[in-house]
């Protein structure tokens, strides 16, 4: 099955940028996501990225895919106290399913 | 739009007892809802995927007998936890997804076995 890597955690100064990073093993995926999810809720899309793109550029939120080391990441420009959050990144395999990564906890100190 | 709902936000029960967990979509029509446990400070893991009007199908070593999903419309499906033990106490969230669109997440359900 598909298998995706992250780091645990994160801390950022409010107004730096972060960067988390994931690796995943399904080079048939399609989409590559990263959902947020703060204490207790579920899941939040962030942005996702098509197999076939670099880079992918939505507000704060620049998703770059290195599709040949199957590597993803997500910077956050000027990172605020409302992006403290785990963070995960997930792949879509053949049947749908999303697989998600262990997460990334960011803790944005003011 | 795209707004899942469950229900309820969080159970408390005694071992032994039936707990049913419910998933909504609000604004649009799930063809299919698929739900995932959590466990603290660890990934979410898919026990089953359900698509409306047939049967869910089960994730490797999640048993089907003892939860119970019934995706009876295109707009609610149930998760019922049968004969819940402490260590079914878990975060369980459910998402939804249209035809040929994204998963979206319900808030999950926080349930604890004493």
């Known amino acids: 099955g598909e298998d995706v890597e992250q780091s645990l955690f994160l801390s950022v100064r409010e107004g730096d940028s972060s960067v988390i990073n994931c690796t995943y093993t399904?080079?048939?995926?399609?989409?590559l996501y990263w959902y947020k999810q703060e204490p207790g809720a579920g899941l939040q899309l962030l942005t996702y990225?098509?197999?076939?793109?670099d880079m992918k550029q939505d507000q704060r939120l620049t998703v770059l895919l290195n599709k040949k080391d199957k590597h993803l990441s997500l910077r956050i420009a000027d990172t605020q106290t409302g992006d403290s959050a785990i963070y995960f990144c997930?792949?879509?395999?053949?049947?749908?399913?999303?697989?998600f990564g262990k997460g990334n906890q960011v803790v944005v100190i003011p | 739009g795209a707004v899942v709902s469950q229900h309820p936000s969080w159970v408390i029960c005694k071992s032994g007892t039936s707990v049913k967990i419910e998933c909504r979509s609000l604004?649009?029509?799930?063809?299919?809802m698929f739900w995932y446990r959590q466990f603290p400070k660890q990934s979410l893991m898919l026990m089953a995927t359900?698509?409306?009007?047939?049967?869910?199908?089960?994730e490797q070593g999640v048993e089907k007998d003892k939860f119970l999903i019934n995706h009876a419309s295109l707009t609610l499906s149930t998760l019922t936890v049968t004969s819940a033990h402490p260590e079914d106490s878990s975060f369980y969230i459910c998402?939804?997804?249209?035809?040929?669109?994204?998963?979206?997440f319900g808030p999950g359900t926080r349930l604890t076995v004493l």
């Open positions: 399904d080079s048939s995926s399609t989409y």
């Open positions: 998402s939804a997804r249209a035809m040929s669109r994204e998963q979206f």
């Open positions: 359900s698509n409306e009007g047939s049967k869910a199908t089960y």
């Open positions: 604004d649009f029509q799930a063809t299919t």
């Open positions: 997930a792949e879509r395999d053949g049947n749908n399913r999303l697989a």
């Open positions: 990225i098509f197999s076939n793109m």
